[in-house]
């Protein structure tokens, strides 16, 4: 399988650093913890509901362990094309290049890629887009000398969430992860319909 790549660069002191992309309820949030729970339990990385951050700020304040996988979901607000010089985007990107020796997989979730700064794809291993029960996962293929990017398609997955939902600990996982993503929505909301009652 495919994740066994991954495995591989995390054992050749490496990080992975991958993007799930899909339009609201595409099962983006839910191939991301599949995802994390599989790498936990076939190759020992570690991963629970304090790795799952909402924006890259949350993320980048907490406390970086070794051999980890993290979530980090609605990234777009955080790493915005529109202001790839950004603070935000600089410490993403400064992160990103020299934190490799800490071998954790990083996955980083948004609807559409193109919300994101071309820039950071440069970090990216894998581009994976999201489509209720199915994942189009493609490798990223970086050419330095051109300073382009290329996108090879490496496997189409069909994935049963009820497979998942046999095993308790993915169950209380999934709850938990999903209700905290709930909450978050909620809360911008809420920010944003205060923000139209000011104009």
């Known amino acids: ?5 991954i495995k591989e660069r995390i ?9 799930i992309e899909g339009e609201t309820g595409s099962g983006k949030t839910t191939f991301a913890v599949i995802l994390a729970y599989l790498l936990n339990k076939k190759y020992g990385l570690k991963f629970s509901e304090k790795n ?12 970086i362990g070794r051999k980890n996988v993290y979530i980090i979901d609605e990234i777009s607000a955080d790493l915005n094309a529109g202001s790839w ?9 400064y992160y990103s290049a020299t934190q490799r020796i800490l071998q ?19 970090f990216f291993k894998y581009i994976i887009l999201a489509d209720r029960g199915y994942v189009n996962v493609q490798e990223v293929k970086v050419d330095y000398n051109t300073q382009t990017i290329k996108l090879d398609l490496i496997k189409l997955l069909h994935y049963d ?9 993915f169950r209380k996982l999934y709850r938990t992860i999903i209700e905290r993503s709930i909450k978050y929505k909620e809360k911008i ?5 205060e923000e139209i009652k000011n104009l």
Not at 1 to 5: P, S
Not at 104 to 122: E, G, K, M, Q
């Open 85 to 93: 010089n950004s603070k935000m985007n600089k410490l993403f990107r």
């Open 52 to 63: 799952y951050f909402v924006g890259i700020k949350p993320f980048l304040k907490s406390k």
């Open 1 to 5: 399988m495919w994740i066994g790549k």
């Open 161 to 169: 969430l009820e497979d998942f939902f046999e095993k308790k600990d």
């Open 104 to 122: 954790n997989v990083y996955i980083l979730i948004s609807p559409f890629r193109r919300l994101i700064s071309t820039v950071n794809y440069l």
């Open 189 to 193: 909301r809420k920010e944003i319909l």
């Open 11 to 19: 054992e050749n002191q490496k990080d992975c650093w991958l993007l």
